[in-house]
């Protein structure tokens, strides 16, 4: 064993405890009220992970946002509002009274910005302290429930539910590299969710009491239109020549949905996650592949502007989360929502 690699692993070796024991010193520290912990007039439910980035947050807080609408609650979604310019305490991206963004995606973020283009009718609000748009959101309008997307860390907002999504990447011997905190974290979970084809069983090193359920994410329709979209079927590009493109945390997810869809992959062009795509970009994507649709994720499509969705070869590939055992899954969800 080489001086490098002796040295790599006594770094590692070190690290592990020292993470662990930062985070469960944090998480003491909020426990015993050394740090204040906001308390919402309403549920909270947070929707989080332990690694960084792709595991399927925002189509989850998504998905259970439309499901408690439709049970007539009114829930409303606050976020960080992550690869945003915005600095203000708090904004509102969307009141909920089912027009276009307020802001735009630029300003808000991708991910906010998504969220209120799929969910209308449900207010979301950003801020780089949770807790200002939090308050925000129960100033200004009539809700039942607040929905946190990407909260397990942020514990300085307290919460009724915590759901915990798994990818499958969650390395205990490597802190540091995508992993947030250690995996005892996991204690502080009340659900766990596992994507289907990701865990075939739970690792032993993340046994836990807590529910889990699984889903699974499926291509349900592509968009070809500025907002509001129109879905229209996936066999609209049956047997033509695709060009993927992605500015995602884990493109391979993409890649594999469409392959599955009888869609001639040439090629995929794959970005940095929350990549902003300029006109130059764009135009260029359109004249290098003049014999081939393009086709983005919705999460990148929100981005783009109104003459580039509106093109004939321009498309979005839509995906919705199943999750299994519905109705039981809802049942734990509202039951803390009076």
């Known amino acids: 064993m080489s001086w490098r690699q002796r040295f790599l692993r006594t770094c590692i070796s ?103 283009c799929r969910l209308p009718a449900t207010p979301v609000l950003i801020g780089p302290k949770r807790v200002h748009p939090i308050r925000a959101v129960q100033q200004f309008f009539a809700i039942d429930v607040i929905i946190l997307d990407d909260g397990f860390q942020h514990l300085a907002v307290a919460r009724d539910l915590d759901v915990v999504l798994l990818t499958g990447a969650e390395d205990c011997t490597l802190p540091f590299i995508g992993l947030r905190e250690p995996l005892s974290a996991l204690e502080r979970a009340d659900l766990i969710f596992l994507s289907d084809g990701e865990y075939s069983a739970l690792p032993h090193q993340l046994a836990t009491n807590v529910p889990i359920f699984r889903y699974q994410r499926r291509a349900s329709g592509l968009l070809n239109s500025p907002f509001p979209f129109q879905v ?72 783009l502007p109104d003459w580039f969705q509106s093109h004939e070869r321009t498309w979005a590939l839509r995906i919705d989360i199943h999750v299994d055992n519905e109705e039981t899954f809802l049942k734990l969800v509202t039951k803390n929502i009076p």
Request: aromatic share 8%.
């Open 14 to 116: 070190i690290a592990g405890p020292a993470f662990q024991l930062v985070h469960k010193t944090r998480e003491a520290a909020y426990k015993i009220g050394l740090f204040s912990c906001y308390e919402a007039r309403v549920p909270v439910i947070s929707i989080g992970n332990l690694v960084t980035g792709g595991s399927g947050k925002t189509p989850l807080a998504i998905w259970l946002a439309g499901r408690l609408f439709s049970q007539g609650l009114k829930p409303a979604v606050v976020s960080r509002g992550y690869g945003g310019t915005n600095k203000q305490k708090y904004l509102i991206v969307s009141d909920g009274t089912g027009g276009r963004p307020i802001h735009d995606a630029s300003v808000v973020g991708d991910e906010p910005y998504l969220i209120a």
């Open 232 to 303: 229209v079927d996936l066999t609209r590009l049956t047997n033509k020549n695709v060009i993927l493109v992605s500015a995602i945390a884990r493109p391979n997810r993409f890649l594999d949905t469409a392959k599955a869809l009888r869609w001639n992959i040439v090629t995929h062009v794959a970005c940095r996650d929350h990549h902003f795509f300029s006109t130059r970009e764009l135009q260029k994507l359109l004249d290098d592949h003049a014999s081939s649709e393009l086709v983005f994720t919705e999460k990148d499509w929100v981005k």
